[in-house]
Structures are given as structure tokens and as C-alpha cells.
């Protein structure tokens, strides 16, 4: 039996105008974790598509254990024992734990598939996300519906797997026990697995070995023990990045801006109260399920129920609809942008014209594409949106690209208050470094800016203020040097400072 799982040869793939991939080789072993890394729009998601049979390479090879592929359909993918586990889980929320593992299988497969079943649940525990099969997906965390996803993915009889930045929303603790079950998983069954993301400190303790792809082409390869972060980082992005640091940290005596309190919601029935001053980031921090993005949902009153005083400026808001706090001059950049930031069969301009700034609109019920488009492109150069074009459809863009297009619309609004729930989920490292930059200009202009983050140095970076969520109220504040890892990890679990 070869060792040889995957080999890509010379794989090639365009769309109308771009080139995804050009000459695409390398391969992937048994019982190897190999990262697939590269900036948004390097190539990465073009390649899983061949891999998972939803894209045909224009030319090149699949060859799965020495048997080339010569049909590219999902089906084909799967009798071939590959499994794509997307950014984005495939689920039907309506439905329960063990009937989404259950999804795609036939009778006779749903009648042997107890023990595969017992498997995932088994595997999900272990990454420290235990769920009942009768739970519904939609009253889990995105942390769980992604552990639950990464777990199906290995459930029945898979040889390659792909995981495409399967960590999102998890915080450092929850990321170690997912990829310690994952790396044990590679070892007990030899599986091989395509690990994608942008979190640098899981590639190098999950990998064997690393291929970046850069403008569609392999541009370095490397056992993971024989490179470093640095070099890495600079294969992707063409440059070194250093650590970001803020450029802008408030003025200590700045005026306060906004002001929430009392703010509850039907899910989140514990009142918290919030002040931002000009100028500030106020990182909001906490453990999946805490409360923080029910909170942020629940100011701009995006769910029916919300309650809570809102003051800019000292003046009192009347709200009761999020387009009453789109007016009022609040922002919120979601995190799950593609269902709730975007309408992805628009174009980039439409999507940026979409919080309703007048001067892009025509008379009475008209639009002026013309004036949309040529905000939009202005915008998009500010922000070095790629691919330049904004006509093309929002879902043609990478998922960096995708959330440059959600903060755009909100630039031409006059907004004063932004609201960040997870800035850089399934962003690059290169696109990270330029919405940190982004956000920092932001509070230098006088705006309050509130982010909330599963990502601790994220918010230890960006924040002049940390305020610490648990169990859906708001519990400690850090500033100075106490917004730091320990602390904020400390006081997210509830431990007391100067316990063990």
C-alpha cells in the first residue's frame, strides 16, 4: 500500500478574467496533516473545489491512492473517500445533532450508521464541545457547529479530509483539545488531512508540513520543523509583517461617545451596560456561548425583544429596528457576513450601497448604478478590495475581499458608532494587518468602536479597553497591562486572581 493518499499535478483553473490556479503540484501522505496556506484569493478554495468535485481543472490530475480522476462530480469526491469540511458548515438548523450527521446517507447507510454516530459524538466531547444528538443545530454556538462539522467529516470511513478553517470562533483552549483529537484522529486511522487557515500558531502545532499558494501557483513548500512563522508569512504576502500595534490609543480625557444601558434581548435576559469614549476600542472578550455577539445584536436591535437605553453624544436614541440604528449612526459588521452582511448574487457596488447612503441613490425609489459604482470603486481603492472590480457578484470575491465589501458600506454612511463581531474571521494575515489598520483609523477620527473577538490576541492588540463576558453579563474590565492572555482567559472561566 502506497504512502501516496493525494497527488495534484499540474492542476490549472480559470474564470472569466482570472486565473485561480496555474500549474498546481504536490502531494499529500498518509497520516499527514499538510497546510494548504496563501492569502485570500491565492487560490486555496478553487483547489478544495476540484478536490471536492463541485469544479472541473481546465488541465492537470487528481490521483487519489495511485487511481486518477477522470469524473469531477461531489459524488465522485466522496467514493473516493473525500470529504471537504467548508468555512462555512453545511447544516440544516432546523434539524437535530444526529440528523445532520445523518445528512447525504441513504436507508441502509442511516441503519449502520449508530456506530459511526456514537464516533462523531464521541470525537465532539473530546474537543470539549459535548452535545445530546436530539439538540437542534440552531440553538448551538458557531464553536459547536463547527466541532460538530470537523467530527462528521471523520466519521464514516473518510481517507482525505480538508478543513477549511475549522477553528473559527473558538478560543485558545477549545482550539488545543480540536486539534490535539485531530492530530490523534490522522495518527489512529491514517488519514490524510488538507488543514487550511490563517492562524499561524495552529498551522505550526497541527502541520507536518506546509505548501503556500501565491497568485495561484506554488511558491514554497516545506516540512513544518524546518521553516518558522516569518517565513511562512513572508512566502504568502511577498513582505514581512510585523506585530501590529495601534497607532492611535484613546486620549484618557476623551469625552464618552456612546453610552448602552440596561440592554437585554430574549436570549440574552441579563442587562449590561457599556460607555465608549471618542476614539476608543473597547474590545469585549469571553468563552463561546458567553452572550457577546446577543449583545452587540441586541444594541443595534437586530432580534425582536431587544431593550436597553442608547445615547451618542449624550442625546437618547429611540430605537426599535435595525434601520432605526443605521440611521441613528451605529454600524454592525457581523460575524457570519455571507447570511447577514451580504447579498452575495449582488455585485460589490450594490453591496456597498446597501446601508443607504442618499447621494447613491436615485430620485424617489430609483438607484443611479453609475454613482454606486464609482463610490464603489473609490471605496474599494481605499481599502485594496481585490479583485478591483466592483461589478462583480459579492460571492466571486475571497472571504477578506467579502468583509472589505461589508465595512465599505458603511464608510459612505456618516456612521459614528462600529460595531465589530469577529473582524477577521477567515481573513489572511496580510487582510488582518489592514482591517487592524482600518478599525485604528477609525477611533483616530473621533468613532467609538466596539469588537468582539474569540481571538485573545486580536483584542489584546486593538483594545485600549477589555471588558470580559461571561455567562451573558458583562463582569470585569481590564486596562494597562492587565489586558493581557492570563487575565483575560482568567476572568472569562471566572477564576479569581491568585487562585490555581
Request: hydrophobic letters at 40%.
Amino acid at each position: 500500500m502506497t504512502d501516496t493518499l493525494l497527488e495534484i499535478r499540474n492542476v490549472a483553473k480559470s474564470f472569466p478574467g482570472v486565473r485561480a490556479l496555474d500549474d498546481v503540484s504536490f502531494h499529500l501522505d498518509r497520516g499527514e496533516v499538510l497546510t494548504l496556506a496563501g492569502e485570500n484569493g491565492a487560490g486555496k478554495s478553487t483547489l478544495l473545489g476540484i478536490l471536492g468535485g463541485s469544479l472541473t481543472p481546465d488541465h492537470g490530475s487528481v490521483t487519489v491512492e495511485g487511481a486518477r480522476r477522470g469524473e469531477y462530480t461531489p459524488r465522485r469526491a466522496l467514493a473516493d473517500g473525500v470529504v471537504i469540511a467548508h468555512q462555512e458548515p453545511a447544516i440544516v438548523p432546523q434539524l437535530t445533532v444526529e440528523q445532520n450527521l445523518l445528512l447525504g446517507k441513504n436507508a441502509t447507510e442511516r441503519r449502520h450508521a449508530a456506530a459511526a454516530v456514537k464516533g462523531a459524538l464521541d470525537d465532539v466531547a473530546s474537543m470539549g464541545f459535548p452535545l445530546k444528538p436530539t439538540a437542534r443545530l440552531q440553538d448551538l454556538s458557531p464553536a459547536q457547529r463547527h466541532a460538530l462539522t470537523i467530527a462528521k467529516a471523520f466519521a464514516f470511513g473518510a481517507k482525505i479530509v480538508a478543513l477549511d478553517e475549522p477553528t473559527t470562533s473558538m478560543l485558545e483552549h477549545n482550539v488545543e483539545a480540536v486539534l490535539t483529537r485531530v492530530r490523534q484522529i490522522v495518527n489512529e486511522r491514517g488519514v490524510g488531512v488538507i488543514f487550511v487557515s490563517h492562524k499561524m500558531p495552529e498551522v505550526m502545532s497541527v502541520s507536518d508540513r506546509v505548501v503556500v499558494l501565491r497568485d495561484g501557483r506554488v511558491g514554497f513548500e516545506k516540512r513544518i520543523s524546518e521553516t518558522t512563522v516569518e517565513e511562512i508569512v513572508r512566502n504568502m504576502v511577498g513582505r514581512e509583517l510585523l506585530s501590529f500595534r495601534r497607532q492611535h490609543p484613546v486620549d484618557p480625557k476623551a469625552p464618552v461617545l456612546f453610552e448602552a444601558t440596561d440592554v437585554t434581548s430574549p436570549s440574552s435576559p441579563q442587562p449590561n451596560s457599556l460607555q465608549v469614549r471618542r476614539g476608543e476600542v473597547l474590545g469585549i472578550a469571553g468563552l463561546v456561548g458567553s452572550g457577546r455577539t446577543e449583545l452587540l445584536r441586541a444594541i443595534v436591535r437586530a432580534d425582536s425583544g431587544a431593550a436597553g437605553h442608547l445615547a451618542i453624544d449624550g442625546k437618547r436614541l429611540r430605537l426599535r429596528t435595525p434601520n432605526d440604528s443605521r440611521d441613528a449612526g451605529i454600524a454592525f459588521i457581523p460575524e457570519d457576513r455571507k447570511q447577514q452582511g451580504l447579498a452575495l448574487q449582488m455585485p460589490a457596488y450594490a453591496n456597498i450601497a446597501l446601508a443607504g447612503a442618499k447621494e447613491l441613490n436615485g430620485p424617489g425609489p430609483f438607484i443611479n448604478p453609475r454613482k454606486q459604482a464609482a463610490a464603489a470603486r473609490e471605496l474599494g481603492a481605499s481599502l485594496a478590495l481585490k479583485p478591483a472590480d466592483v461589478r462583480l457578484l459579492a460571492r466571486q470575491y475571497s472571504g477578506g475581499n467579502q468583509q472589505k465589501i461589508v465595512i465599505a458600506k458603511w464608510l459612505r454612511r456618516g456612521s459614528r458608532v462600529f460595531l465589530f463581531d469577529e473582524p477577521t474571521k477567515g481573513v489572511d494575515v496580510g487582510g488582518r494587518a489592514e482591517i487592524y489598520g482600518l478599525i485604528d483609523e477609525l477611533a483616530a477620527a473621533g468613532n467609538s468602536v466596539i469588537v468582539v473577538s474569540s481571538d485573545l490576541p486580536e483584542i489584546i492588540s486593538l483594545s485600549d479597553r477589555v471588558l470580559v463576558m461571561r455567562a451573558g453579563r458583562l463582569t470585569t474590565e481590564h486596562v494597562g497591562d492587565d489586558i493581557n492572555e492570563q487575565s483575560l482567559v482568567a476572568s472569562a472561566m471566572g477564576i479569581t486572581k491568585g487562585t490555581s
